[in-house]
């Protein structure tokens, strides 16, 4: 089916590990987000990306790291992960005009 | 910038009454408005959206919002809740350009037997 599809679901990893989240879409969308979910906080924008190989910083993107080689794909880097970055981490992404978002079903990290 | 506040991070309505979640913003630009709804342990959902056009907009589920330029506003309301109602509802704004959305933190919408 068509979609956007986070993996994995759940993580628990500890400080200063790497961890990555994976994003992938079906539908050739060109932009894609990254929100974390923060209770209080609402969506924060992490990054973006406007097409493969063009990303740019959002509200809260200390800390991590993205790519888009791929228009289908969007990972998000944690280089070394911190308690303050335990968080729910939505993967969004839309085809452009005044179309609405397509959100996935997150990824509810953990860093212990 | 832009910025959402939406007031009242908890509301709570009697099945069958009237569901009203507020929803103010700021844009330097027009803004495209946005209301998303969220279950539980689920992404958010496109209830409605305001682009151009009709100041009052029809969404899914029996909601709707209506845009005013004057008050910065984009309420959301329905006439009568229902039990699947219940969920957790985010505002947000577009400055139409970048794409991405600015969200308010959320308004948690308890329904009552």
């Known amino acids: 089916d068509a979609g956007i599809t986070q993996s994995p679901r759940y993580k628990i990893t500890e400080t200063g590990r790497q961890v990555t989240l994976m994003c992938h879409q079906t539908?050739?969308?060109?932009?894609m987000f990254w929100y974390r979910q923060d209770l209080g906080h609402g969506l924060r924008l992490i990054y973006y990306?406007?097409?493969?190989?063009?990303?740019d910083k959002g509200e809260v993107p200390d800390g991590y790291v993205v790519s888009r080689s791929k228009t289908e794909n969007f990972p998000l880097t944690l280089e070394s992960a911190t308690r303050s970055q335990t968080s729910v981490y939505f993967c969004?992404?839309?085809?452009?005009?005044?179309?609405?978002?397509?959100f996935g079903n997150g990824t509810r990290l953990t860093v212990t | 910038a832009q910025s959402v506040t939406q007031l009242g991070s908890h509301v709570s309505v009697s099945e069958g009454a009237l569901v009203l979640l507020r929803c103010n913003y700021s844009?330097?630009?027009?803004?495209?408005l946005f209301w998303y709804v969220q279950y539980p342990n689920q992404g958010l959902q496109l209830l409605l959206k305001?682009?151009?056009?009709?100041?009052l907009v029809k969404g899914i589920n029996g909601f709707e919002a209506e845009f005013k330029k004057s008050e910065t506003s984009f309420h959301l309301t329905k006439p009568s809740a229902h039990m699947s109602d219940a969920a957790e509802y985010f505002c947000?704004?577009?400055?139409?350009?970048?794409?991405?959305?600015?969200f308010g933190s959320g308004t948690q919408l308890t329904v009552l037997p």
């Open positions: 969004a992404s839309v085809t452009g005009g005044n179309s609405p978002l397509h």
């Open positions: 990306s406007a097409a493969a190989d063009i990303t």
């Open positions: 539908w050739s969308h060109s932009y």
């Open positions: 947000a704004v577009s400055d139409s350009y970048k794409r991405q959305l600015t």
């Open positions: 844009s330097s630009v027009p803004p495209y």
């Open positions: 305001y682009t151009t056009g009709a100041t």
